[in-house]
């Protein structure tokens, strides 16, 4: 069965400070992976996806994430932090075994401080 | 761009109403799901449906919860009688086969229940 969990429910950073989201996944076979971004009251916007293509995988707004198959992470960075990345990040997972549904961790709210 | 369409956005209902969820997922998207997130948790899957049919309704709570995709495009999803512990965000998203398993998502319904 498919799981992610997400470690740190709240992130603090600085503007312009490094921002770093852990994800850690479980599956059984090799998974899709994404990190979604979602802002009060609103649905969620795909930051970016992994499909086997590359491990690091660049997605919008600056943000980057690592594949480490050995870790089984999916980590999220972005080297600085802006006010408007103040979000809440999901993680998740899906697999076509699964029936493609995704899997989401528990989240993380990012705070940025001027 | 084409995108996922949920009305209403806000739901205030008493315990023991019906209420309805409405979503259109982008045109030729076979596959549409229902998500349901409690306030500080991540999105838990509630059905699937493939075209009209539903290919997963395990965490679908069946005494108070239906859904339906009658022809296949838009989709409503239904509680009676709702609950207090009904109040949530109700994400519809939508998927287009060999998409890499991306999900696309709606706005969502913010339901509360008093």
């Known amino acids: 069965a498919q799981s992610v969990t997400q470690l740190g429910s709240h992130v603090s950073v600085s503007e312009g400070a490094l921002v770093l989201l852990r994800c850690n996944y479980s599956s059984s076979v090799p998974p899709y992976l994404f990190w979604y971004v979602q802002y009060p009251n609103q649905g969620l916007q795909l930051l970016l996806k992994?499909?086997?293509?590359?491990?690091l995988v660049k997605g919008i707004n600056g943000f980057e994430a690592e594949f480490k198959k050995s870790e089984t992470s999916f980590h999220l960075t972005k080297p600085s932090a802006h006010m408007s990345d103040a979000a809440e990040y999901f993680c998740?997972?899906?697999?076509?075994?699964?029936?493609?549904?995704?899997?989401f961790g528990g989240g993380t709210r990012v705070l940025v401080k001027p | 761009e084409a995108e996922v369409a949920q009305s209403p956005r806000y739901k205030i209902t008493e315990k023991s109403q019906a209420v309805a969820f409405w979503c259109d997922p982008i045109?030729?998207?076979?596959?549409l799901y229902w998500y349901r997130q409690i306030l500080g948790q991540g999105p838990e899957l509630l059905v699937q449906f493939q075209d009209e049919s539903v290919v997963d309704d395990s965490q679908l709570p069946k005494d108070r919860f239906s859904a339906e995709r009658l022809k296949g495009v838009d989709s409503t999803l239904k509680i009676q009688p709702a609950e207090l512990g009904d109040s949530a965000m109700y994400l519809c998203?939508?998927?287009?086969?060999?998409?890499?398993?991306?999900?696309?998502f709606g706005p969502g319904t913010r339901l509360t229940v008093l």
């Open positions: 992994y499909t086997s293509a590359a491990t």
């Open positions: 045109s030729g998207h076979a596959t």
């Open positions: 998740a997972v899906s697999e076509a075994a699964a029936g493609n549904k995704l899997t």
């Open positions: 998203a939508s998927r287009n086969h060999g998409q890499d398993n991306e999900q696309f």
